[in-house]
């Protein structure tokens, strides 16, 4: 677009040409207010232009205008080149993705709560590790260098720890399934100290309410297998330490099964053609919730009962699922980054404990292996899929 700017011509005597001195007095430019009504966003009230155009001896008026108007035009360029640069938010998964479309959008519901919208006023740098858990340092070190206003750390206790051997000083939000005090994260619940706050999920220490459900729903059962991620060595240990009394105090016979990759699983499942178990435990961790396809699809091929500790196993088809409505847990930590990045500190945060337990049941697949769903656990769900 081209700004044409023409100043009013002032009549002269007949004859007589336009840059001549008319009756003694000396050519002068436009005034303040006449560039004001010109040229959009020049204030009439600025005198400089006046002090400058009264009088002007050696400026042709064209130059005059035509370096003015170059000013309206810089002028807002320089305005915004002086604003505030927009915070930055780094984002660090274990997983892809494609896994973490609810959590995502809970994470940034979270951020709406407090006033920033992704793309608007606060920019998320992602770091997805693609579930090699070894890449994690290196993705940290990457957001440290970025300068990140707050790291979010997800998809494990590794993730938590890599990030905080990472930095000192930015603040990281953790979202973990243990108690962050024993895990050494924080110094307590209500004044975590140091860098680090978050959400404590719960979901590794409802392994025997989950085996409780499940025996409900599988009274026959007599012998579980227990899928574990030996990479998630907390996560790992703190299951296998609760299973086994739990078990035994149902009368149930445990199989461990350690799987940290999907041919893992899938050599797993292959044991079960030998000696199959009764049902079968998912346990609590990112991978496997990451492969969470692949988990429901063998249970169903082997025709097993099963439970998971997340509703996404249930909307796909998985028997029945028990934990925290994880969406939730990412939409506290959006709140918690939001604070942050409006002058919060880590250590006056208190760690949030998730409230939001959901025991969905998939009726279809219940149907599909022959079992009927006592009424009790029907009355007892958030949700039945049909």
């Not at 919060?344 to 998730?354: E, G, H, I, N, R």
Request: proline share 6%.
């Amino acid at each position: 677009m081209t700004l044409k700017l023409e100043a009013p011509i002032r009549s002269s005597p007949r004859g007589a040409p336009r840059d001549a001195r008319v009756a003694g007095t000396p050519l002068r430019g436009p005034t303040a207010t006449e560039l004001g009504s010109w040229i959009p966003g020049i204030s009439a009230s600025t005198r400089v232009f006046d002090a400058l155009c009264a009088g002007t001896n050696g400026i042709a008026r064209r130059d005059f205008v035509l370096a003015l108007a170059g000013a309206a035009v810089a002028w807002p360029l320089a305005a915004r080149a002086q604003q505030p640069a927009m915070p930055v938010i780094g984002f660090l998964e274990a997983r892809s993705p494609d896994a973490m479309a609810d959590r995502l959008r809970g994470f940034r519901q979270g951020l709406r709560d407090t006033g920033y919208v992704e793309g608007d006023n606060v920019t998320i740098v992602y770091r997805w590790a693609e579930n090699k858990i070894d890449r994690v340092p290196e993705l940290a070190a990457e957001l440290v260098h970025r300068q990140v206003a707050v790291i979010l750390a997800g998809g494990g206790t590794a993730v938590v720890f890599a990030a905080k051997a990472a930095t000192p000083t930015i603040p990281i939000l953790f979202i973990v399934p243990e108690d962050p005090v024993r895990l050494g994260l924080v110094a307590s619940l209500a004044r975590p100290g140091g860098n680090l706050t978050g959400v404590n999920f719960f979901n590794s220490e409802l392994v025997a309410k989950q085996m409780e459900l499940l025996r409900e729903l599988v009274p026959r059962a007599a012998r579980v297998a227990v899928f574990l991620n030996p990479a998630n060595v907390t996560t790992a240990e703190s299951t296998e330490r609760d299973v086994d009394p739990a078990a035994r105090a149902m009368g149930l016979q445990i199989q461990i099964l350690r799987a940290s990759t999907s041919r893992e699983i899938d050599t797993a499942f292959a044991t079960f053609a030998r000696e199959p178990p009764d049902a079968l435990f998912v346990s609590n961790d990112a991978f496997f919730n990451s492969r969470r396809v692949q988990l429901v699809q063998a249970a169903a091929h082997h025709r097993l009962p099963a439970i998971y500790t997340g509703r996404e196993y249930s909307e796909i088809g998985g028997l029945m699922s028990y934990g925290t409505n994880i969406a939730d847990a990412f939409r506290q930590a959006g709140v918690y980054a939001g604070r942050i990045l409006k002058g919060a500190k880590p250590t006056d945060l208190p760690v949030v404990q998730s409230t939001k337990f959901e025991l969905v049941i998939n009726h279809q697949t219940a149907r599909t292996l022959g079992l009927t769903v006592p009424q009790t656990l029907l009355v007892a769900a958030d949700e039945v899929i049909e």
